[in-house]
């Protein structure tokens, strides 16, 4: 456990209602980004034990951006310390409604094909290995994405063939914990529960590959 990171406040999320992409960008670095540094090495200690290889953490530079703002930020965990977009991995990120913690294979990892076939032959074990709390999302930039209890093992298999054939699908599985949950104000246990939510993501992490 890291003694330096609070956990997450309102002034976090707030970062999100900066207008404009310097302004933005400024009140993120200075507000988020040292946060999600902090947590990123804490976490690929972690991480790495978990999974049995070295894990490395990349936070969003938002580096392509010249107009639009970003509406999230993020740090990735991946097997590669150069970068983690081509790599199934693991996020903890912000919107400015929620914090993520999620497994996830987007449209740039050739390892969509492996999750999809995964997710295919084994729709009803991943139906019941995955909390009801938790949701699925095919677009990362979509806030809100459809929560497990809503998913039956038919629209799994559905999901796993559009992650196959859509070019720009992509798969996100994970938790959302809305701003306002006052388990963000404590490090030690939003930390807790960041580990023990990727302790239960890792057999999907592990299944595509």
Known sequence: MMTNFNGFTAQDFDVFTVPGLEGRM?????QVRPKLED??????????????EEMYPHVAKHARRT???PIDTWVALASAKRGYKALPHFEVGLFSTHLFIIFAVI?????????ADFLDKHAAKVKKMVPE???WSMDHFNPVGTPHAEVNSTELKVMAERLKNVKKAEMMCGLRIERDDPILLDGEKLLAKIEETFATLQPLYKASF
């Not at 400024?26 to 200075?30: C, G, L, N, Y």
């Not at 947590?39 to 049995?52: H, K």
């Not at 449209?107 to 999750?115: A, D, G, Q, R």
């Open 133 to 135: 709390h938790f949701f």
């Open 107 to 115: 449209y740039e990892s050739p390892n969509k094909l492996v999750f």
């Open 67 to 69: 107009v639009n703002p």
């Open 39 to 52: 947590l990123g090495q804490t976490l690929s200690t972690y991480l790495s034990a978990l999974c049995g």
């Open 26 to 30: 400024e009140a993120i670095i200075a």
